[in-house]
C-alpha cells in the first residue's frame, strides 16, 4: 500500500469502518511510515478529543435527514487532486492538522465554561485581579479608613465589616465594579514586592458554592482552585459572596483568607 492510498482511510481507521483486512493494510503500512504514522496519531488524537468531551445531543429529525444525505453525497467519487496536493506538502498537511486540533480545544474549553457558571466567574475574577495589580504596582498605601469609607458610599448594597489592612496585607485601592453582569465592589491588598490579593464581594443571595474542591482553614471550609496560577476561594459571608484571588501560595492564602473572614 502506497502512502497516498493510506492517507485516504486514516479517519477510517480510527473509527473503526473499514473491513478487517483494508483496516490491517492501512495498519501495517503505517508502522513502516513515520510520516503516516504521524497523521494516524493526529486523527487518533482528534477523534478520542470528540468522544470523550464534547458533549452529545441528539439531532432533530430534519437535520438528521440532511446529514444523511450530505452522507450519502460525500461517498460519490470526487477528485482526488487535494489529497495528492496535501501528500506533495505534508508540512502543509500537518500545520492544518494542529490547527484543528487548537480550534477543537478552545471550542471544548468553551463548552465546559458554559456548563459551569463558577469557572466562568473565576476566570473573570482572575482577569480582573491581573488588572487591579498591575494599577497598583508600585502606588503607595493610601489611608484604609478613607479607602473603606468611599467604598461603602459608592457601593449600591451594604458591605458590612471589611479587613481594613495591616503590615503584611496594605489595602491598596478600592473600586466598584461588575463580575458576569452582576453588581460588585473590589478591595485590592499587597502582600509583598508584586504579591496581590484582590477580595471581590457581591451581593449573595442566590450565590451557590460548589460542594467539592472545598480547602479547611481552622474552623471554615471555602472552595478552593487553582486558575492561571492564582490562589481561588469562594465562599458566602452573611449575606455576600465573597471570591478572593490571589498571588500567594497556598498557606499564605488561607493566612489572608482568615484575616479577611474574621474581619468580618
Known amino acids: ?27 501495517a503500512h503505517a508502522e513502516g511510515c513515520a510520516t503516516c504514522a504521524d497523521a494516524l496519531r493526529v486523527e487518533a488524537v482528534l477523534h478520542a478529543l ?15 435527514a440532511r446529514v444523511q444525505v450530505a452522507l450519502r453525497d460525500a461517498e460519490r467519487p470526487v477528485s482526488s487532486g487535494w489529497r495528492a496536493w496535501l501528500f506533495l506538502h505534508p508540512w502543509i498537511a500537518s500545520g492544518l492538522a494542529g490547527a484543528l486540533a487548537a480550534l477543537i480545544l478552545i471550542w471544548i474549553g468553551t463548552t465546559w465554561l458554559a456548563r459551569d457558571p463558577v469557572s466562568r466567574l473565576v476566570s473573570r475574577a482572575v482577569d480582573e485581579h491581573v488588572e487591579y495589580a498591575r494599577e ?3 502606588r503607595p498605601a493610601p489611608n484604609p479608613v478613607e479607602l473603606l469609607a468611599t467604598l461603602r458610599s459608592r457601593a449600591s448594597f451594604p458591605l458590612g465589616s471589611l479587613f481594613p489592612g495591616d503590615t503584611e496585607a496594605l489595602l491598596i485601592s478600592t473600586t466598584t465594579a461588575e463580575l458576569r453582569g452582576k453588581p460588585a465592589v473590589a478591595l ?5 514586592p508584586e504579591r496581590y490579593t484582590t477580595l471581590l464581594l457581591m451581593p449573595g443571595a442566590d ?8 480547602l479547611p482553614i481552622e474552623t471554615f ?13 469562594y465562599w458566602k459571608q452573611h449575606d455576600l459572596a465573597c471570591l478572593m484571588v490571589s498571588d500567594l501560595d497556598e498557606p499564605a492564602t488561607a493566612a489572608m483568607f482568615l484575616k479577611i473572614r474574621k474581619a468580618a
Not at 3 to 20: F, I, N, S, W, Y
Not at 50 to 64: H, K
Not at 188 to 192: F, L
Not at 207 to 214: F, H, N, V
Request: some cysteine; glycine content about 4%.
Open 207 to 214: 450565590a451557590t458554592i460548589p460542594a467539592e474542591d472545598r
Open 188 to 192: 485590592v491588598y499587597r502582600n509583598g
Open 136 to 138: 497598583a504596582m508600585h
Open 1 to 27: 500500500m502506497e502512502c497516498r492510498e493510506a492517507r485516504d482511510h486514516l479517519a477510517e481507521v480510527t473509527r473503526g469502518r473499514l473491513e478487517p483486512e483494508l483496516d490491517d493494510a492501512v495498519r
Open 50 to 64: 470528540i468522544r470523550e468531551q464534547v458533549p452529545r445531543y441528539t439531532a432533530p429529525p430534519a437535520l438528521r
Open 221 to 233: 471550609k471555602p472552595h478552593h482552585r487553582v486558575a492561571s496560577g492564582k490562589q481561588v476561594l
